[in-house]
């Protein structure tokens, strides 16, 4: 992905977002969902994450794989409340608050 101004969106609109999601499905062979975070579990600082999900098991990825992906989809969203983890759906380029789901669930 071209690099932006800072302040500039990297995808003004759906079509580039959901050029992004074909492009880290292809980058990650399998993976169907992308969950980004500023707080990485095993890292005691911040640092920028995404870890990917298909059928429910967790694949592993190179650390600079991880970093770059989890940019690419915080810059296509710039609306989005980066402190709250996201989850990045490949297959209709939609990008959803973590957090809230895990406390849907556990009621």
């Known amino acids: 992905m071209l690099a932006m101004p800072i302040g500039t969106p990297a995808?003004?609109?759906?079509?580039?977002?959901?050029?992004?999601?074909a492009q880290l499905a292809d980058m990650i062979a399998g993976a169907a969902t992308i969950r980004v975070?500023?707080?990485?579990?095993?890292?005691?600082?911040?640092?920028?994450?995404?870890?990917?999900?298909e059928a429910g098991k967790t694949m592993?990825?190179?650390?600079?794989?991880?970093?770059?992906?989890?940019?690419?989809i915080l810059r296509a969203w710039p609306e989005a409340d980066s402190t709250?983890?996201?989850?990045?759906?490949?297959?209709d380029a939609t990008l959803t608050r973590s957090d809230l789901i895990a406390a849907v669930r556990g009621r």
């Not at 995808?11 to 999601?21: E, S, T, V, Y």
């Not at 650390?63 to 992906?69: H, P, S």
């Not at 709250?84 to 297959?91: C, Q």
């Open 11 to 21: 995808c003004p609109d759906a079509r580039c977002q959901r050029r992004l999601a």
């Open 37 to 53: 975070s500023l707080n990485d579990p095993k890292q005691t600082w911040l640092h920028l994450h995404a870890v990917v999900d």
């Open 60 to 72: 592993d990825m190179g650390r600079t794989t991880a970093r770059d992906a989890g940019r690419w």
């Open 84 to 91: 709250r983890p996201r989850t990045f759906h490949l297959a």
